[in-house]
């Protein structure tokens, strides 16, 4: 499967990005799929995931209750909605599909390109 990411920005704290993962091939539905981030100077961080049927999701402390993660089998896509944005959100976000979820992580076997999402203060 490849993944093609879109919907970055820079916009203001408070604002929101909805993020979109759409992905080529008939496997998609076989895939958990998450999100990461990279913010520059930093290691690529976990962000969110989501079982196959999009009924388990998973999100790293920092963005609960800010970020929900959802997909639709139907359109190969997973969505990353963030809401009440922050400077620190700023980073790279990257999609990401694996056959394992784990609490804080996903194990990633296909990677898309990356998103840039900037929030200015």
């Known amino acids: 499967v490849q993944l093609q990411a879109s919907g970055g920005g820079l916009v203001q704290a408070g604002d929101s990005l909805r993020l979109s993962c759409v992905a080529s091939g008939r496997a998609f539905s076989t895939y958990v799929m998450g999100w990461f981030r990279q913010a520059p100077g930093t290691e690529r961080e976990f962000v969110s995931s989501i079982s196959r049927g999009g009924g388990i999701t998973d999100y790293t402390d920092s963005v609960k209750g800010r970020f929900t993660i959802s997909r639709d089998n139907t359109k190969n896509t997973v969505y990353l909605q963030m809401n009440s944005l922050k400077p620190e959100d700023t980073a790279i976000y990257y999609c990401?599909?694996?056959?394992?979820?784990?609490?804080?992580?996903?194990?990633?076997?296909?990677w898309g390109q990356g998103t840039l999402v900037t929030v200015s203060s």
């Open positions: 990401a599909a694996g056959q394992y979820q784990y609490r804080g992580t996903l194990s990633a076997e296909r």
